[in-house]
């Protein structure tokens, strides 16, 4: 494995309550908690993986659903390597609000190549299938009709596709980088706060 480390900035993007948060607990500390907790503003973990032979630390931003505070988005997204956009299975609405948060992404991001660039999307907690009300076909052509966006359905409570889903984009993010990826020694919050060591939760 290459000594090179490499730094990519991950967005995960969604309406309150989808499980943004859980997500990224149970990917980065293998966690899950019941009690729910509203982001404020944003939140951000970092995850050291293995990709394609390089070393890879993940700088995850859990950005509030909240519609209040969608106008801190140019902040948080500027130089965002990839993005997830996050829906709940068993809320429909969710699911519709996925064209609204990748429209908000690209334009606030200033993302010009649009088709290549690594969006992934999780239908997330797909453990609760009693109470399902988006189709894993819906989810699947919604997909498929925004330039093949890869989909997982995952579940934050029994890790369900977390691990996978995470490896994928950063797969992804790695592959468009290339040898341009950002390669650091100490790595620093992209945005220019201090990192904390726990995550940092701020806002404006």
Known sequence: MSNRRALLKVILLGDSAVGKTSLMERY?????????????????????????DKLVTLQIWDTAGQERFQSLGNSFYRGADCCILVFDVTI????????????????QANITDQQNYPFIVLGNKCDLQEQRSVPTKTAQSWCHEHNNIPYFETSAKDSTNVDQAFHKVAKMAMSRLGDESIILEDVEVRIGKPQQQEGSNWCC
């Not at 980065?28 to 394609?52: C, H, P, R, W």
């Not at 429909?92 to 334009?107: P, Q, V």
């Open 28 to 52: 980065v500390n293998k966690k899950f908690s019941l009690q729910y907790k509203a982001t404020i503003g944003a939140d951000f973990m970092t995850k050291e993986v293995e990709v394609d």
């Open 92 to 107: 429909m609405k969710s699911f519709e609000n996925l064209n609204n948060w990748r429209n908000e992404f690209i334009m």
